[in-house]
């Protein structure tokens, strides 16, 4: 019997032909924490997932700008799947290349997308190294999870990598900790009760009737590497702490295969909390196995996304890596499957990670920050935390240090953005990092805010107390933007979209500004531990503050 696996590689692109063959010259590093067990059978079975080059990013892009622009005469009118599919699905000739390529190889059980960008290909190990030369795989394991990956360099042929943009989703292996925006940060006990649903609303300002009710109204959450929520801890939590407002105890949708064992509690976080925020709106998870020897779970999110129609309008994604951790051809190929779904009139938001400005050490002297993504695509809405000024009470907020930001080291600053942060490297430049830490071009990012700190979580049907990371803020952002979809779907209009360009014109109005505080950075003589600082308006820290919901709707509700 054929043990099924499923593999995804990055294909990373070079120059260097070689006998007609385009080489991939990505140093394959294995983390320590990872122990090799043997060389994949050769009957062992793989799935690849090759990614198409598409056509039409250009007007995939400018599309999205005008559908996104307030001044636009082309605002809120989003296209279908079908229009998407009909304006990106690759050429004739690229469908025909690629398929001919796998066809001599022998290659015929694939599976594609209606977009047609995509295709899902079952080969066996044999196969899968003769299409791919010099690939090796391997299975390793850390800590009971066991994974395939290839253990050296690998080409493809110089006639058919012109129309693949790349094959899987990681050649290397994960890291320790993949999921950047979770951490437990241990209060002295008393010194603050803790963020819960109440919290929220009371310092957000949203009142018990600020539930949703439309019925064409829909938010989701992702949820990544063997991460689960249990329906029972969901149940607890809204018994718990949503007596106060109309909420749904169930999820109407689950994407995918929930595991068994614990509750994680990055999942159990995510749920909670964009349900009682976004309140009484029917909410989805979408959910994968892990990491097992299996694809990239954040890739087959992208596919599925790339293949449904009728989306929830609003997702929330606890997920990250570092920029220079990937491919400059994977996350340009990422970023146009976040325009697909932008256009869709589906607004994506990430958590900005909780490692504040980041550090990468490259050599004994010298280092910079370290941006993440996809915090740094332009394409989504990145959000960043906060903490109380007072322990005590509900007070004003301030900078938490593990909030996520800076500037992208590969996207360029987008226009939309380009003022608002002019503004703040001028307002505080005397106080700004070494520019060799950061790229003063670059996409900046977070772009909003929300509390990060010390949040209850129902976890195995238990409260725990002092859960903290942008992985909070990311939900409660969200299930305020769904919110006011809500009002405005009722209203008959779009929904918001990819927020972006909206929320920069709007240049603060109806947000909390963040002024106090800064968030971590390089422990080094230049910089001493500090990365950025926040400021008036906008700031690389906490964006542009977090929500006065009554105040955000007000703004966000005219047409």
Not at 227 to 253: I, K, N, T
Not at 293 to 301: D, I, K, R
Request: proline share 5%; charged share 15%; glycine share 8%.
């Amino acid at each position: 019997m054929k043990l099924q696996l499923t593999v995804s590689i990055l294909l990373l692109f070079s120059s260097l032909v070689w006998s007609g063959y385009l080489e991939y010259n990505q140093d394959v590093l294995i983390p320590e924490d990872w122990t090799h067990v043997s060389r994949v059978n050769p009957t062992d079975e793989l799935e690849l997932t090759f990614a198409l080059k598409q056509q039409n990013v250009n007007l995939l892009e400018e599309i999205l700008r005008l559908v996104s622009d307030p001044d636009s005469a082309e605002y809120g009118k989003h296209l279908s799947l079908e229009d998407v599919s009909s304006l990106v699905q690759p050429s004739e000739l690229t469908q025909k290349v690629v398929r001919h390529w796998l066809q001599t190889h022998g290659i015929t059980n694939c599976l594609t997308v209606s977009t047609q960008d995509f295709l899902q290909c079952t080969m066996t190990a044999e196969v899968a190294e003769t299409l791919l030369p010099g690939s090796k795989f391997h299975r390793y394991v850390r800590h009971g999870q066991t994974l395939v990956r290839s253990s050296a360099p690998y080409s493809v042929h110089d006639d058919v990598h012109q129309h693949l943009d790349f094959v899987g989703g990681l050649h290397r292996l994960p890291p320790r900790r993949q999921v950047l925006s979770m951490e437990q940060k241990h209060s002295k006990p008393g010194l603050h009760l803790g963020v819960t649903p109440y919290v929220l609303r009371e310092r957000y300002n949203l009142t018990a009737s600020d539930v949703g009710t439309a019925q064409n109204n829909s938010q989701a959450v992702a949820q990544f590497l063997e991460q689960y929520y249990h329906p029972a801890d969901l149940a607890e939590f809204m018994s718990l702490y949503g007596s106060s407002f109309q909420h749904r105890s169930q999820v109407d949708r689950v994407v995918g295969t929930q595991g068994g064992g614990k509750a994680g509690i990055e999942a159990s976080l995510d749920i909670e909390y964009i349900m009682s925020t976004g309140a009484n709106i029917s909410t989805w998870v979408f959910t994968n196995p892990g990491r097992h020897e299996s694809q990239e779970p954040f890739l087959q999110w992208m596919v599925l996304l790339s293949n449904m129609s009728g989306l929830p309008w609003v997702h929330t994604i606890s997920y990250g890596d570092d920029e220079d951790s990937l491919s400059t051809a994977y996350m340009m190929r990422i970023n146009t499957e976040f325009m697909k779904a932008g256009v869709r009139g589906i607004s994506l938001l990430f958590a900005s990670g909780d490692s504040g400005a980041g550090c990468r050490h490259l050599s004994d002297k010298l280092n910079c920050f370290r941006p993440s993504f996809p915090a740094s695509s332009p394409y989504v809405t990145t959000v960043g935390g906060t903490s109380f000024k007072n322990p005590f009470k509900i007070s004003y907020e301030v900078t938490d240090y593990i909030s996520g930001g800076g500037f992208s080291n590969v996207f360029k600053m987008p226009d939309y953005q380009a003022s608002a942060v002019e503004g703040y490297l001028k307002a505080v430049a005397g106080a700004l990092p070494p520019q060799s830490y950061f790229n003063v071009s670059g996409r900046a990012y977070p772009d909003i805010a929300a509390l990060s700190d010390n949040y209850w979580v129902v976890i195995n049907r238990a409260p725990v107390p002092w859960v903290s990371g942008t992985s909070a803020s990311a939900p409660v952002v969200g299930g305020m933007l769904s919110l006011i979809n809500d009002q405005r779907l009722l209203k008959g209009l779009p929904a918001l979209g990819f927020l972006n360009p909206r929320l920069y014109k709007l240049k603060g109005q109806g947000l909390f500004d963040v002024t106090e505080g800064c968030h971590l950075g390089c422990l080094d003589e230049q910089v001493q531990g500090r990365g950025f600082c926040a400021a008036l308006s906008w700031d690389p820290v906490t964006g542009w503050g977090t929500p006065n919901y009554p105040a955000l709707l007000d703004v966000l509700l005219a047409e």
